[in-house]
């Protein structure tokens, strides 16, 4: 894998320790897209065939199956190939070679699966980068796999999320990060009540 391309994610698999996937930001044409190793990252084949995605912000997997995958994306355009992508959020259930778009967003960056829930999924919404054509919506839940959404947005001052991380002790807390504004850490009983930290 050409080290000049900008890594936005790494997967180990917990069964197998020479599997990873890897993803790489950018665009199609420069070889950004997910790729795959089976021998410990001696040798790296990209998984994606088509180039249904850029600008890939973040990379999760289900728990306890490494075939389910999910990808951030920022809606991107390529004035080099006069091409736009979608942003939202992708999901892989045969390891990373086709990919269903789940949540049509302009900017996720941000993705997490409960480890109690592999149903349960969390992406961090982000404005446009000049703020002033598409706003943030806080942080997003589907319990359904990806199929509906519901804002988890209670006690938030800030709708700006580039980070998220469920504890493994405890997959009701969630931690948010923002862009440089606090972390929040969310208790979930119905929904999550979020306070800073």
Same mark, same amino acid.
């Given at each position: ?17 020479? $599997? ?5 930001? %950018? ?22 065939? /088509?180039? #249904? ?22 809606? $991107?355009?390529? $004035?080099? #190939? ?48 000049? $703020?002033? /054509? ?27 999320? #580039? ?13 948010? %990060? #923002? ?19």
């Amino acid at each position: 894998v050409d080290a000049v391309r900008s890594p936005r994610g790494l997967l180990l698999d917990p069964v197998d320790p020479a $599997h990873m996937i890897l993803a790489l930001g %950018g665009t199609p044409d420069n070889g950004a897209g997910i790729y795959g190793t089976r021998d410990g990252g001696a040798t790296w084949r990209r998984l994606n065939d /088509e180039p #249904t995605f850029a600008s890939i912000t973040s990379l999760a997997a289900a728990p306890g199956d490494f075939a389910t995958l999910y990808l951030g994306v920022r809606a $991107h355009y390529d $004035h080099a #190939t006069q091409r736009g992508y979608p942003g939202g959020l992708f999901k892989s259930t045969d390891g990373g070679r086709a990919w269903q778009h789940v949540l049509d967003y302009h900017f996720v960056d941000a993705v997490a699966v409960s480890p109690a829930d592999p149903q349960v999924i969390y992406v961090g919404t982000n404005d446009h980068p000049y $703020h002033d /054509e598409y706003a943030a919506s806080g942080i997003l839940k589907s319990t359904d796999g990806g199929l509906t959404w519901q804002r988890e947005n209670a006690g938030l001052s800030i709708l700006n999320f #580039t980070s998220l991380s469920i504890s493994p002790h405890d997959a009701s807390v969630i931690y948010a %990060g #923002t862009t440089g504004n606090s972390v929040y850490i969310g208790k979930n009983r119905d929904s999550h009540l979020f306070s800073p930290l």
